[in-house]
């Protein structure tokens, strides 16, 4: 009996884990209100091309963004099936290492968005 609640407990947590992950993401990732700032006389002082690495940033954000967004879909991809098989799986028996390697894999997946939400 209390194998069971400890396996029922650690699938539970695979499966809580990354979905936590996942919805502090889509937190951090909610557009904040633009602040304006005042130039200051270095600002002026600077040439005009100082604006191209402001373009190359906002380039690699926008990649940044969209490699976020596809990997928070597989992560819930792979949360759902990880539910389905944990629902099928009869709790007196050993979890399968499939469901270990899926656990391992969204790990790894909420890992790499939280990473790249960091910056």
Known sequence: M????RRFMIALWAVG???GILARTLA???PASPQQRQPTLKDKDK???SNFPKTDAKI????????????V??????????KTEVEKTDSVQVLSLA???KTEEIE??????RARAKG
């Open 2 to 5: 209390e194998n069971s609640r």
């Open 17 to 19: 884990v990354p979905l």
């Open 28 to 30: 951090a990732q909610a």
């Open 47 to 49: 040439d005009d091309d």
């Open 60 to 71: 690699i954000l926008e990649a940044n963004q969209k490699d976020i967004k596809k990997n």
């Open 73 to 82: 879909e597989r992560l819930f991809q792979l949360a759902s099936e990880l």
């Open 99 to 101: 469901l270990l390697k």
């Open 108 to 113: 790894k997946l909420a890992k790499d968005i």
